[in-house]
């Protein structure tokens, strides 16, 4: 195939293989910018479709310089890059975390203003310590009762929230029963939505232009958790559930860079 000569990285949602056989090459793409002595996993995390994920789902949010920014998950490979890019952006950022080394690097390392344990402390101790007066831009990782809170009681008039998921129930067998949201929303005049990074495709290439440069600056940090051998596939799908990785978690199938 002409258009990916031997030797050529590419992308490819396959599924769980450590092989895989394409007939015309249409459900392969090749990485759309110069890698430079960056890894090729950062196609997979930073500079690819959580990568993605942060930028557009922060900007719906509407950020603005001294807002207060909220992210949960945040020291996975989505809520780590949101509370980056919302500080490049001037805002007050504070993230949620589950382990103390987790926000130890989010306040050291990623210069979040404030990182909690959601373990150890409540959102309403967190809050009376980090926004008092409520918080304006919310990037929803967990869902469940966080979000639920956070909707309820934490959030100023006019804020808004981006859905990116809900780990936090994915696994779940029974439906759950929450209060109702609706005035709470109404008197505060909250905007919630939910989005796909997919919707922005034709907008990905100006994302790379805006990611690429801070990445190979190392003004946009990042953490892979990578787990060698194709037989770590399981291993390193259900660590997601358990909050086991740190940034983005990767498996390394073969002998690759």
């Known amino acids: 195939n002409g258009e990916f000569p031997l030797g050529t990285l590419v992308l490819t949602n396959s599924g769980w293989r450590s092989h895989y056989l394409s007939k015309d090459g249409k459900d392969l793409r090749s ?3 110069d890698l430079g002595s960056l890894s090729p996993s950062v196609s997979l995390g930073v500079l690819g479709m959580p990568g993605l994920t942060a930028y557009f789902g922060l900007r719906i949010l509407e950020p603005k310089a001294g807002e207060i920014c909220v992210v949960n998950g945040a020291a996975g490979a989505v809520g780590s890059l949101v509370g980056q890019l919302a500080k490049q952006k001037g805002l007050t ?3 949620f975390a589950g382990s103390d080394e987790k926000c130890n690097w989010l306040t050291n390392d990623l210069k ?8 150890k402390i409540s959102l309403e101790d967190a809050f009376k310590k980090a926004a008092p007066k409520g918080v304006d831009v919310f990037f929803d990782n967990v869902g469940g009762d966080f979000f639920h809170e956070m909707v309820t009681k934490h959030m100023a008039p006019h804020g808004r929230v981006s859905i990116c998921g ?3 129930n994915y696994n779940d067998t029974e439906k759950h029963k929450f209060p109702q949201i609706n005035m709470d929303i109404l008197m505060h005049e909250l905007t919630i939505r939910g989005f796909m990074v997919y919707s922005f ?6 994302a790379f232009s805006d990611m ?10 990042f953490k892979e958790t990578v ?4 037989e770590k596939m399981p291993a390193a799908f259900v660590g997601l559930f358990k909050g086991e990785n ?12």
């Not at 495709?201 to 100006?206: C, G, I, M, Q, R």
């Open 112 to 119: 979040f203003d404030y990182a909690f344990n959601y373990k």
């Open 246 to 257: 740190t940034g983005k978690a990767i498996v390394k199938a073969g002998n690759y860079p």
């Open 93 to 95: 950022v504070i993230g």
């Open 212 to 221: 690429v440069p801070l990445v190979k600056k190392g003004e946009l940090k």
């Open 166 to 168: 809900s780990i936090s």
């Open 201 to 206: 495709a034709k907008e990905y290439d100006t």
């Open 227 to 230: 787990f060698e051998g194709f």
């Open 31 to 33: 990485i759309p910018y």
